[in-house]
């Protein structure tokens, strides 16, 4: 059956996103709508609103003479991310805090640190357990955000997670930065979800302004993450 034109243009944005995230296409490449035609299979049409889409979403950038390449980042653009991150979920959290919570969420948020800590007492010994705790960790996070109950604040960061260095569980980053940064130190784990527990229990008491800053301070300890592993590469870059 012949794929209409709506699921060929998801088809290409996906296929684009994810030739992105896993480092085929580098930072500078060209971008065409031939490219994309050869390598996702799909026809010009779809292929181009592709590449407004992701020109939108800010990992393409235009050419003065025409066409695309894939958006460069520096580590400003990296930590300017992580800090407006920050202050977007630490918003969630005050609002939370100050609207109240739902406690279906509350619970599973606590359910996701308990989880964490199982994680974390096999992290050396059990070779799945750090991509265990990255897939808790952002259902954690997720959540957060679903308990302030602001669409506006959710949409604004779906928007912010689609830069590869933002996203939850971005391709390149998972096993390779978990390798490099973690397993040899688990403690930046542990400071990780001992705020992720401090969050919890900040949201719980209404203490608005509290959660926040611990929000945005969970958020700035990615950023030292990076540093202290030398990681400066789009393509390595793993939420706390």
């Known amino acids: 059956m012949r794929e209409n034109g709506q699921s060929q243009t998801l088809k290409a944005v996906v296929g684009l996103r994810d030739l992105i995230f896993n480092g085929e296409l580098k930072p500078g490449t060209r971008v065409s709508e031939l490219l994309l035609v050869e390598r996702l299979q799909v026809s010009r049409t779809p292929a181009a609103k592709a590449l407004m889409q992701l020109r939108q979403d800010g990992l393409l950038e235009s050419l003065p003479s025409g066409g695309f390449v894939v958006a460069t980042f520096s580590t400003l653009d990296i930590f300017d991310g992580i800090e407006l991150r920050g202050t977007l979920e630490g918003l969630a959290a005050r609002m939370a805090a100050e609207r109240g919570a739902p406690p279906t969420i509350l619970a ?99 203490e608005g302004t509290r959660a926040a800053a611990l929000t945005l301070e969970h958020a700035r300890s990615a950023w030292k993450i990076l540093r202290s592993a030398g990681l400066e590469s789009l393509y390595t870059y793993c939420r706390p």
């Open 108 to 206: 599973q948020m606590q359910d996701c640190v308990e989880r964490l800590d199982s994680f974390l007492k096999s992290f050396q010994s059990d070779s799945s357990a750090p991509d265990e705790f990255v897939r808790r960790n952002d259902e954690f996070h997720n959540l957060l955000v679903q308990s302030c109950q602001s669409t506006i604040i959710q949409r604004s960061l779906q928007r912010l997670m689609s830069l590869p260095f933002l996203a939850p569980n971005a391709k390149v980053s998972g096993p390779l930065v978990v390798s490099r940064v973690s397993v040899s130190d688990p403690q930046l784990y542990l400071m990780a979800n001992e705020q992720h527990r401090s969050i919890i229990e900040a949201v719980q008491n209404r």
